[in-house]
């Protein structure tokens, strides 16, 4: 297994949600993501909360592959970084257990630099160090 520094993984793993440039943007991806890996997200509580109401017992949303996580993250950065003004950064507690890297992340107003939500990530690796699965907990 390759030896990454876990801080170093999650700045560059929150940086690639900031990228202005597509192009940028995806050779970033490449260079975390293994090529079948998969994002997991666990939605906000209003969106588990419909779901809960059309019937469905568990929600969770994810996307596989370069591809989809191109478009996951270039919808984030439209939503929140271009239109909402704001940007994420990596708290300073990233560790790493053998394969697995956990660390918190906030979102900041790139205004006032208030922060104003955050999260819980969990990375699972592969042997080359890049992201095989990653568990995304907003709110946490």
């Known amino acids: 297994m390759t030896e ?3 801080q170093d993984l999650a700045n560059r793993y929150i940086a690639q949600w900031v990228v202005p440039d597509a192009a940028q943007r995806r050779a970033a991806i490449e260079q975390l993501w293994a090529e079948d890996g998969t994002h997991f997200l666990q939605p906000p509580l209003e969106i588990r909360e419909i779901a809960t109401g059309l019937g469905f017992g568990r929600s969770t949303l994810q996307a596989r592959g370069f591809d989809a996580f191109e478009a996951r993250v270039a919808r984030s950065h439209e939503e929140f970084v271009k239109e909402a003004g704001l ?4 708290r300073a507690d990233a560790v790493r257990l ?12 790139a205004g006032t630099g208030e922060v104003v939500g955050g999260g819980l990530e969990i990375l699972v690796l592969d042997e080359d160090g890049r992201i095989k699965s990653d568990y995304m907990f907003p709110g946490a």
């Open 98 to 109: 053998h394969d697995m890297v956990k660390f918190s992340w906030e979102t900041v107003s």
């Open 87 to 90: 940007t994420f950064r990596s």
């Open 4 to 6: 990454t520094d876990p």
